[in-house]
């Protein structure tokens, strides 16, 4: 079956645009995640969506960050007024359910340079 | 604060040799402990998840410890090949309420050279 998958796979920008970054999770899962990974630093988490509940944004690092999950299906990250420091790797995973013993699956990643 | 991390940063062997990647963690309360692989380009991949009772367990070539006295777990890889060169990624989930609050380490980059 398909996996995660996230487009576009790499997006150049300037600064001061806005971006969107979308991702496809697997059929059925309800629980989607976002997470930031910059050179040499570990995973940092962004955003989860469970069901229809609300999102946790405790891990967005700015007011220019927003995330949507229409229809409990598809995910759009959308940064605002890009900055140099944005750049990184967006990638988004997806699970069963929301629970840490639950495998969350990642997609190939959207990589961001901001020029 | 809630912290992993992972030894040596990098590592460079030759094809058939073994090797062990270290995670040591402060993560509390703890809950499990996952190995992920990440080839360049793609998105980690689960190897292992192991619990408090869980000392050890493998998945293949891979063979993961913990100690969750001393808060450290190993990955071994026994005779490796060109295909295990990826970034190896020990993440730790805290028996937190709510909140998908996973604390990921920083990798080990494995390069298996022919």
């Known amino acids: 079956g398909a996996g995660v998958s996230q487009s576009p796979s790499n997006k150049v920008t300037e600064k001061g645009k806005d971006v969107e970054l979308r991702c496809d999770p697997i059929?059925?899962?309800?629980?989607l995640y976002w997470y930031r990974q910059s050179l040499g630093q570990g995973l940092e988490f962004l955003i989860y969506?469970?069901?229809?509940?609300?999102?946790?944004k405790s891990g967005l690092p700015s007011d220019r960050f927003s995330a949507e999950r229409t229809g409990g299906s598809v995910s759009t990250l959308t940064i605002q007024r890009t900055q140099q420091e944005d750049s990184a790797v967006y990638l988004c995973a997806s699970s069963l359910k929301q629970s840490s013993y639950n495998e969350q699956f990642f997609g190939p990643g959207t990589r961001l340079t901001v020029l | 604060k809630n912290q992993v991390e992972q030894s040596p940063q990098s590592l460079i062997i030759l094809e058939g040799k073994n090797c062990t990647l270290q995670?040591?963690?402060?993560?509390?309360?703890?809950?499990?402990l996952r190995w992920y692989k990440q080839d360049t380009g793609r998105g980690p991949v689960s190897l292992t998840i192991?619990?408090?009772?869980?000392n050890t367990k493998s998945n293949g070539r891979y063979t993961a410890t913990l100690d969750a006295d001393t808060k450290q777990s190993s990955l071994h890889i026994t005779a490796s090949q060109p295909s295990d060169s990826a970034s190896y990624i020990c993440?730790?989930?805290?028996?937190?309420?709510?909140?998908?609050?996973?604390?990921f380490g920083t990798g080990t980059q494995l390069k298996v050279e022919l």
């Open positions: 059929s059925g899962h309800t629980a």
């Open positions: 192991m619990t408090f009772s869980e």
């Open positions: 993440v730790v989930s805290a028996l937190t309420g709510g909140g998908n609050k996973l604390t």
């Open positions: 969506f469970q069901g229809n509940s609300a999102p946790d």
């Open positions: 995670c040591n963690y402060t993560v509390s309360p703890f809950s499990n």
